[in-house]
């Protein structure tokens, strides 16, 4: 733990009666507010909504006082997420006052910790429990009760990655159906950093995953880089309306669960080809297009189309410290033996984040940029 110095009037006061200073206990001297050890910190803040190139700057921060509750993190990497962008530029579900720190998600390591925190202990790696926090700048003042521990061992960039899309993969895998050995899943954006974990989660279950990605001069390399975290099949988006997918329904069942990043045209192709009686759950819209449901799916399969947001689910189980626990044990279990592994990523420092915040807004990019501090 680092050497606090009292702040404000109670600091002239321990100085003017010495006497009294030496008689406090030490436990009782840690418990007042604190300035920590870091003062300050380098941060990516946005004072207005608007494109993330032009309104997100560079800039020194003072931290806040170490209070009780709260703990000194020392960030270490954090991704770029779609909805960090979607944050910045305002179109966002949930928006933070301005000025805000971008950033929702990333691990820290925790430097000090307040008098009060009693779950959370120096050298911790941490990642944030609920999205708003702020993670790309090099250091934090944080609610202990906001920051979930991760088990050691996990390298870098799957913990820096592991809290928004593995927990969203594993959710939906888990949720929706009943998936068994051998069951189905056809998902869009098969490439994307969720699409990514959903193979993986999936492929270690033992159920069949039909991918299908965008056409792309790469896409044979694309394909074999999935190939190689699991997939069974990867597909163009034009193979969805072609006659080889009855070719491909010969080999495995239709599936019970579609997962759908897209929106537009590809989320009702996906609708067309599950089973009778399954879901397809909408977690982005990449598109930016409305999600059609032709009738007759509705009707004649009585398909169920459900939504997913994992920010919703933490909040929803806040307290039920159990779920999300087993949760991230499951999957650092699943990273530890081999069987996930992060998303492709570009590893950036901070001072690069232009380039970073351009190349995650890139079609085709097929790589995670994260800022490494
Ligand atoms: P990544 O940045 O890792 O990947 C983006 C993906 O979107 C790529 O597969 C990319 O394909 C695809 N894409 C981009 N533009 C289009 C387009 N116009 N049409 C079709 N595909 C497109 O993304 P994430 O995995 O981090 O997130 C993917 C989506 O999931 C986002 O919308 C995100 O907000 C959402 N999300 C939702 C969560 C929830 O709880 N609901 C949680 C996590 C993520 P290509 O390589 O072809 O460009």
Known sequence: MGVYRVVGTMSWRLV??????????????????????????????????GEPSQVVQLETLQLPPLENNSVVVKILASPINPSDINMVQGTYAILPDLPAVGGNEGVGQVLEVGCNVKTIKVGDWVIPRDAGLGMWRTAAVLNADDLVTLPSEIPLLSAATLGVNPCTAFRMLTDFENLKP?????????NSGVGQAVIQIAAAKGVHTINVVRDRP????????????????????????????????KVCPRPKLALNGVGGKSATE?????QSG???????????????????????????VRGFWVTQWKRDNRHNGEALGSMLNELCTLIRTGKLSPPSC?????????KALENAMKPYISTKQVLVM
Request: aromatic share 6%.
């Open 346 to 354: 570009t590893e950036v420092s901070l001072k690069d984040f232009h």
């Open 278 to 304: 399954g879901t397809m759950v909408t977690y982005g819209g990449m598109a930016k297009q409305p999600v059609t449901v032709p009738v007759s799916s509705l009707i004649f399969k009585n398909v169920k």
């Open 218 to 249: 790469d896409l044979p390399q694309l394909t074999e880089r999935l190939k190689a975290i699991g997939a069974n099949h990867v597909i163009k988006e034009e193979t969805l309306r072609r006659p080889e997918m009855k070719e491909l329904f």
């Open 182 to 190: 051998g069951d189905t899943v056809i998902q869009n954006a098969a």
């Open 16 to 49: 003017a009666h010495k006497s009294a200073w030496r008689r406090l206990s030490p436990a009782l001297f840690r418990c007042f507010s604190v300035k920590p050890s870091v003062r300050d910190c380098t941060a990516l803040l946005y004072r207005n909504h």
């Open 270 to 274: 996906l609708l067309r080809h599950l």
